[in-house]
């Protein structure tokens, strides 16, 4: 099992910025596919970008592409979201999770949140217009 925990959420006005960090304890993080998702009030829990452990293989959601950056420091144990033009509609709790098999990327099932476990406890982000 891995322990995740994230950090780095607040409140920023629309056209802002914000890193998300998730810092990871508990076993061997290098070799472990790493996932973004986001559940705002009401909504189900969707995906937001997924890294492989090595960072070769990247996805993102459509929502996403072109403003949000997904990386990883295997050293420092941590998977970063960069997050730039932040719109109100980014506005959700921001968790982190392991694939469970590390084989979602394979099958292509990374966007399915079915695929992942060990869920740290959310950072919310606030954007407001």
């Known amino acids: 099992q891995v322990q995740l925990v994230e950090s780095g959420g607040g409140l920023v006005q629309a056209g802002g910025s914000l890193r998300l960090s998730c810092a990871a304890s508990?076993?061997?993080?290098?070799?472990?596919?790493m996932g973004w998702f986001r559940q705002a009030p009401g909504k189900e829990r969707e995906f937001v970008a997924a890294?492989?452990?090595?960072?070769?293989?990247?996805y993102y959601a459509d929502s996403v592409k072109g403003r949000f950056t997904i990386s990883r420091d295997n050293a420092k144990n941590a998977v970063y979201l960069q997050m730039n033009s932040l719109k109100p509609e980014d506005t959700a709790v921001y968790f982190c999770?392991?694939?469970?098999?590390?084989?979602?990327?394979?099958?292509?099932?990374?966007?399915?949140?079915?695929?992942?476990?060990?869920w740290g406890q959310g950072t919310q982000v606030t954007v407001s217009s």
């Open positions: 999770a392991r694939d469970r098999s590390g084989a979602a990327m394979m099958r292509g099932r990374y966007y399915n949140k079915d695929e992942y476990r060990d």
């Open positions: 508990g076993r061997t993080f290098s070799n472990l596919n």
């Open positions: 890294i492989s452990w090595s960072g070769s293989s990247i």
